[in-house]
């Protein structure tokens, strides 16, 4: 009877560690694999919504809780206004479902194993494909099942979360602590080889993060290993094997720039940048407070035929394209979809158990990498940038609250 009632309540458990599991080990390697996890995590938690009663929720989780709706009901909103069709609500739903899956995770708390092995695997994963279809198929940039762009940059969040990870894994065994720098290496391989150059800038905003969070500057001597070891990282990347991509990459973003600023020419990858963005600025303050809803909307009202617009649906920058869309409502929802993790993450550093620190420093890694990635990109205008960030903001909010439980 006893083994019987044990094996029952392991049940949502062992669903629930699963499913993070696949989060991070799909995420990347099939199509829509970003999808799995969150999919497998959100059907147990509407019916535990119904049959079962809400797990004691804290200030910082009602937090947590209370930026999500926001973020949902001001896009929901300023789309009713303009009369937006249903398509233009996935996006913003992904932040409303994450809410039962955060209720759900707080109430069957995962090992941090499953979400540290399954980030590693995904970042492993990204990198087999990257090779194949850089080396074999000959791909000039990777993007896997998703856009060059995405796929570059949420192998460098997954990479960049792990780091977090590593000194839980040294503690936790030799093989944990082996994946994850596998998986670091992986995912800055599978992101170089994407060619997303706004991806990579993520990487010295989180190293020094760490630099910085850890301490590691109180020691001068180790200080300067760790930073010529960086330094001697990027040069090899830079001059080694992929010499002719990453020089190529790098001096295109160079000529781009010196085409825009001296013959005026936006026909290049920075210059149609450039071109949305002060586009962009333009509806801003044609519309500052509910914005257009969509760049289709704007040129439907105005019959604006510039090529820029027939060829995107986004201006390539988060805080610009939420505000050109929605106005100062959608500006403010986004800094409280960013600045509350944030905040409540950042309330955790000071933590003395290695676990909550690491996915405490896991969660402004995310925050910190998304916004990097939103400066040359609208990361939200993706169904893969909104589901990575969405879920992956409760899994670690779950997992820290659960590892401060265990410390306390």
């Known amino acids: 009877m006893n083994s019987t009632k044990f094996s029952l309540a392991s049940i949502p458990v062992l669903w629930v560690s699963a499913a993070v599991f696949l989060f991070g080990a799909l995420a990347l390697i099939l199509s829509s694999g ?15 919504l119904c049959v079962r009663p809400y797990p004691l929720l804290s200030l910082h989780d009602k937090m947590i809780m209370a930026s999500l709706f926001i973020y949902f009901a001001v896009g929901c909103a300023t789309n009713a206004v303009h009369r937006l069709p249903s398509n233009a609500y996935d996006n913003f739903s992904r932040f409303l479902l994450a809410i039962p899956v955060l209720l759900l995770l707080l109430r069957f708390p995962v090992k941090p194993v499953f979400f540290w092995s399954g980030i590693a695997l995904g970042s492993v994963g990204a990198a087999v494909i990257a090779i194949q279809e850089f080396y074999i198929k000959g791909e000039m940039r990777v993007g896997g099942h998703n856009n060059p762009i995405q796929f570059g940059d949420i192998s460098m969040l997954f990479a960049c979360l792990l780091m977090a990870g590593l000194v839980w894994s040294k503690q936790h065994s030799r093989w944990m602590f082996a994946l994850c ?5 992986g995912g800055i391989f599978a992101s170089l080889l994407s060619g997303a150059r706004g991806g990579w800038l993520a990487l010295p905003v989180v190293a020094i993060f760490l630099f910085v969070s850890n301490g590691l500057y109180k020691n001068k001597k180790q200080s300067l290993v760790l930073i010529g070891i960086f330094i001697g990282l990027a ?3 830079y001059f080694y094997q992929q010499k002719v991509f990453l020089q190529l990459r790098i001096q295109e973003g160079l000529s781009d720039l010196q085409q825009f600023t001296e013959a005026q020419n936006a026909n290049t990858s920075l210059g149609i940048r450039f071109t949305l963005w002060h586009s962009g600025l333009n ?18 009202i105005t019959g604006d035929s510039s090529v820029v617009f027939q060829r995107f649906n986004h201006f390539h920058n988060e805080i610009l394209d939420a505000m050109a869309k929605r106005g100062l409502l959608g500006g403010i929802a986004l800094l409280v979809i ?6 409540l993450f950042y309330r955790q550093l000071k933590q003395a158990s290695i676990v909550v620190k690491s996915f405490a420093q896991a969660g402004l890694i995310l925050v910190l990498a998304s916004f990097v990635f939103g400066l040359t990109q609208s990361f939200f205008c993706h169904a893969s940038g909104v ?3 969405a879920f992956m903001l409760v899994i670690l909010w779950a997992q820290s609250r659960a590892a401060l439980a265990r410390a306390e």
Do not use: E
């Not at 970003?34 to 535990?48: F, I, K, N, R």
């Open 235 to 237: 040069v090899l990347f």
């Open 387 to 389: 589901m990575v960030y």
């Open 181 to 185: 720098v596998l998986g670091v290496i």
């Open 34 to 48: 970003y999808t799995y996890g969150p999919v497998l995590l959100l059907l147990p938690a509407l019916v535990y």
């Open 338 to 343: 960013y600045g509350v993790p944030a905040l």
């Open 283 to 300: 509806l801003v303050a044609q519309h500052p407070l509910l914005g257009w809803g969509s760049i289709a909307n704007y040129v439907n």
